[in-house]
């Protein structure tokens, strides 16, 4: 969004992109963004991206950013299962995905 304008302006994807879906959540850690999950239509979703925001050289408003996608690191670790609605946030330098649901399953909120 260009904030000037006060209106949604295309930005440059540098690596591919993320499909459209709804209903993902986000959270902020470093100078990166990361999304999970979402839906689209009856898809759900259990990718996991890195959005880098490139900051302009002035720290005025730019669109250029940078997009990966994350995998597991191992065949042991675990990934969270596909859902949308879920919450997330930043907590001992690890981000935590609470809650949300895939069609008829409610994933319970554990602390």
């Known amino acids: 969004m260009d904030e000037r304008l006060t209106e949604w302006v295309p930005s440059v994807c ?10 993902f959540c986000v959270a902020k850690y470093g100078s990166s963004i990361y999304l999970f999950g979402g839906k689209k239509s009856q898809n759900v979703f259990c990718d996991f991206y890195e959005i880098q925001i490139k900051a302009s050289a002035l720290g005025t408003f730019s669109a250029r950013y940078s997009i990966k996608r994350v995998f597991k690191a191992n ?4 990934w ?5 609605g879920a919450a997330c946030c930043v907590f001992n ?19």
């Open 75 to 78: 065949d042991e670790a675990t």
């Open 93 to 111: 330098n690890k981000i935590c995905i609470h809650g949300g649901r895939s069609g008829n399953i409610i994933y319970n909120v554990r602390l």
């Open 80 to 84: 969270p299962t596909p859902r949308y």
């Open 14 to 23: 540098e690596e591919g992109g993320i499909l459209a879906r709804e209903s």
